[in-house]
């Protein structure tokens, strides 16, 4: 019981949950928007209000084309407010905090043929000269 625990208090996992939940959410009201406003802006514009009544007919079997449209708009709508509400400030999270650490160097340039070494190396790799402790940094 104590691991199950503390594999449910893991930060992944608990963001993960309330990412899910806030989701799901999110897509509810994506859905109501598009259902309460969309739908009904293009139905006025293109003569029928309720997308779900377009279908087309072949040798008796009835294709709802308007449910697929309905869907399709809700998705683009969801995927777009995701991407620009949480895809793109991450990103530009990261890059900020990327500029402010500048990261430790793992390795060094020989001085004898220029090959990168690993920085606590005292001999080269490739050319097998004494390349000497590592500069201080």
Known sequence: MKDFRAFLLRGNVVDLAVGIVIGAAFGALVIAFTGSFI???LGAILGNSDL???????????????????ALITFVLVAAAIFFLVVKPMIALRERQKRGVPEDPTERPCPECLS???I???RCAFCTSEV????AA
């Open 39 to 41: 739908t009904p802006l």
């Open 52 to 70: 779900k009544t377009w279908v087309f007919t072949i040798g008796g079997v009835t294709f709802p084309y308007g449910v697929f449209l309905d």
């Open 116 to 118: 990168p070494i690993p």
């Open 120 to 122: 606590e190396a005292k």
């Open 132 to 135: 000497g402790a590592a500069p």
